[in-house]
């Protein structure tokens, strides 16, 4: 019912189904009437998590609803509804879980190593190169392989096939974490974070706890992904001295996630030092890369800082400095996640013209990530809101691309 309204709008909306006064919700929240009266009117933006968050604890609702994120699960072109569905099956499937057998459903003997691991690289590549119907296909089968992997293997063999199937979680609760299922990718990370226990692999268990820091991130938990950062670092640096790249690329990648967490949290000092550790561990890894599907460098450590500042409000530090990135070396995920944000800034900066450009770039690079991402859906919808007269053409048609307005 309210897919189509702003934040604003659906605070609104939700307020007034409370039955609460716009007084006594700016009080909640500590900010004034007159505040909220704008924000629900669109004269102000709520373009900071950490203020969406609040508002939705204190209306009663999920973070999602305030944020309407759009879903896959309806399926897609590229998807189509059997692959999500299917995808959901396997996570809410617990037979594999009792001491009881499951079938395979393909054959009788369990995948081989090598091709579950050309498996998992597939899926994880698709997710970087932000192909997640193509994704959401594959990982169904791919879960349930690495469960009958994981139970069929014996020795190092079981090590390797649970590390596979942690990686193969993780993609799952990434890509649902995109296309906004955020308590299936709860599941995912959760269910790859005890497959990684298993295996023994550090830098594995410390990719899945970023898995799990982001789901933290989504749900609006932002202490506890604070904290959970902070634990993770701790359990990790005894073999920091000794790390190989992938082990610090995981390392510092983590760090990006909690200045992420804290940023949202309104926290400035966690922030600054999650950035100086993840910018150490950059420095040391000496340049981009890309080990376990990190992306991780000086390159990702900028454009996380620029993403902080824009989280905490800092709109001209998150412009100046997220427009002087040069993200061309990175992953298109990667690019175009950092487009939304430039885009995100130079909108509050009324630079609209330059933004819908960005924006339309983005969705060149990536279709399926901007068309599913709630950070371009609140974009249009503001733009759209803000147009006197008709919007330009290719607003128009970007809107319609995004199902805000009907292609009729």
Same mark, same amino acid.
């Given at each position: 019912?309210?897919?189509?309204?702003?934040?604003?709008?659906?605070?609104?909306?939700?307020?007034?189904?409370?039955?609460?006064?716009?007084?006594?919700?700016?009080?909640?929240?500590?900010?004034?009437?007159?505040?909220?009266?704008?924000?629900?009117?669109?004269?102000?933006?709520?373009?900071?998590?950490?203020?969406?968050? #609040? *508002?939705?604890?204190?209306?009663?609702?999920?973070? =999602?609803? +305030?944020? /309407?994120?759009? &879903?896959?699960?309806? @399926?897609?072109?590229?998807?189509?509804?059997?692959?999500?569905?299917?995808?959901?099956?396997?996570?809410?499937?617990?037979?594999?879980?009792?001491?009881?057998?499951?079938?395979?459903?393909?054959?009788?003997?369990?995948? #081989? *190593?090598?091709?579950?691991?050309?498996?998992?690289? =597939?899926? +994880?590549? /698709?997710?970087? &190169?932000?192909?997640? @119907?193509?994704?959401?296909?594959?990982?169904?089968?791919?879960?349930?392989?690495?469960?009958?992997?994981?139970?069929?293997?014996?020795?190092?063999?079981?090590?390797?096939?649970?590390?596979?199937?942690?990686?193969?979680?993780?993609?799952?609760?990434?890509?649902?974490?995109?296309? =906004?299922?955020?308590?299936?990718?709860?599941?995912?990370?959760?269910?790859?974070?005890?497959?990684?226990?298993?295996?023994?692999?550090?830098?594995?268990?410390?990719?899945?706890?970023?898995?799990?820091?982001?789901?933290?991130?989504?749900?609006?938990?932002?202490?506890?992904?604070?904290?959970?950062?902070?634990?993770?670092?701790?359990?990790?640096?005894?073999?920091?001295?000794?790390?190989?790249?992938?082990?610090?690329?995981?390392?510092?990648?983590?760090?990006?996630?909690?200045?992420?967490?804290?940023?949202?949290?309104?926290?400035?000092?966690?922030?600054?030092?999650?950035?100086?550790?993840?910018?150490?561990?950059?420095?040391?890894?000496?340049?981009?890369?890309?080990?376990?599907?990190?992306?991780?460098?000086?390159?990702?450590?900028?454009?996380?800082?620029?993403?902080?500042?824009?989280?905490?409000?800092?709109?001209?530090?998150?412009?100046?400095?997220?427009?002087?990135?040069?993200?061309?070396?990175?992953?298109?995920?990667?690019?175009?996640?950092?487009?939304?944000?430039?885009?995100?800034?130079?909108?509050?900066?009324?630079?609209?013209?330059?933004?819908?450009?960005?924006?339309?770039?983005?969705?060149?690079?990536?279709?399926?990530?901007?068309?599913?991402?709630?950070?371009?859906?609140?974009?249009?919808?503001?733009?759209?809101?803000?147009?006197?007269?008709?919007?330009?053409?290719?607003?128009?048609?970007?809107?319609?691309?995004?199902?805000?307005?009907?292609?009729?």
């Amino acid at each position: 019912m309210t897919e189509h309204l702003t934040i604003g709008e659906r605070v609104a909306w939700y307020r007034r189904r409370r039955g609460l006064s716009q007084q006594v919700l700016a009080g909640l929240v500590g900010r004034t009437a007159d505040w909220l009266s704008k924000a629900e009117n669109n004269r102000i933006e709520l373009d900071r998590l950490s203020v969406v968050t #609040a *508002l939705a604890e204190a209306l009663g609702v999920s973070l =999602g609803d +305030l944020l /309407a994120e759009p &879903t896959l699960m309806e @399926g897609t072109d590229n998807s189509g509804y059997r692959g999500a569905s299917a995808l959901c099956e396997v996570l809410m499937d617990y037979t594999w879980f009792t001491s009881l057998p499951a079938p395979l459903h393909h054959d009788d003997e369990p995948p #081989a *190593l090598q091709d579950l691991r050309a498996d998992v690289e =597939g899926v +994880l590549d /698709a997710y970087q &190169t932000s192909r997640y @119907g193509f994704a959401t296909r594959r990982l169904p089968l791919l879960l349930a392989e690495g469960l009958a992997a994981s139970r069929a293997y014996s020795g190092d063999d079981q090590e390797e096939a649970h590390a596979l199937l942690a990686l193969a979680y993780q993609g799952a609760a990434m890509v649902l974490g995109k296309v =906004g299922e955020p308590e299936l990718a709860w599941m995912a990370a959760d269910r790859g974070l005890a497959a990684a226990q298993h295996s023994g692999r550090s830098a594995v268990t410390g990719s899945l706890v970023r898995a799990v820091t982001h789901c933290l991130l989504s749900t609006g938990r932002f202490g506890a992904a604070v904290e959970l950062v902070n634990h993770a670092a701790a359990a990790m640096q005894p073999e920091l001295s000794d790390a190989d790249d992938t082990y610090l690329s995981v390392y510092g990648t983590l760090f990006l996630a909690g200045a992420m967490a804290a940023a949202r949290a309104g926290d400035r000092q966690s922030m600054r030092t999650f950035l100086h550790e993840a910018d150490e561990a950059a420095q040391r890894l000496g340049a981009d890369a890309n080990h376990l599907w990190t992306a991780f460098g000086p390159t990702n450590v900028s454009v996380h800082r620029a993403a902080a500042a824009g989280e905490l409000g800092d709109i001209q530090i998150a412009t100046d400095l997220g427009m002087r990135i040069d993200t061309s070396g990175m992953p298109v995920e990667r690019r175009v996640r950092h487009g939304l944000e430039v885009a995100r800034s130079l909108s509050a900066w009324n630079r609209t013209d330059e933004a819908v450009a960005v924006l339309l770039e983005a969705e060149r690079n990536a279709p399926e990530q901007v068309r599913h991402h709630r950070l371009s859906q609140e974009l249009v919808i503001g733009w759209i809101r803000g147009t006197r007269g008709r919007p330009s053409r290719p607003l128009a048609d970007l809107a319609r691309r995004l199902r805000i307005v009907s292609s009729g």
